[in-house]
């Protein structure tokens, strides 16, 4: 038994190997993982995407890594975005 899993720091989904086993053996989710890598297909953990859009996925420990610089990258690039749409605009006037 991992103790770091019960403690759920990732805000992960593991806690359905308590309440409902089942859905994550259907889905050949192994023991200690709660979701399969949407990137590598490795077992990773289900949680809540870290960029400005609300959507769950599943990353492995290293995927979710990428994704995460990914969603920092797109906070950025839109108030960047608008900043040179605005430069733009000024300019044409
Ligand atoms: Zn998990
Ligand atoms: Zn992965």
Redesign the pocket.
Known sequence: MEYR?ME?E?G?????WQTNPATLTEQGVPP????ICERCGQP????HFPGPVPVTGSWCDRCYGIVAWQGRALRLAIPAAVLIIAVIYLLLR
């Open positions: 899993h759920n990732r992960c989904y593991c806690g359905l200690g993982f709660c979701g990773g953990h289900t949680r």
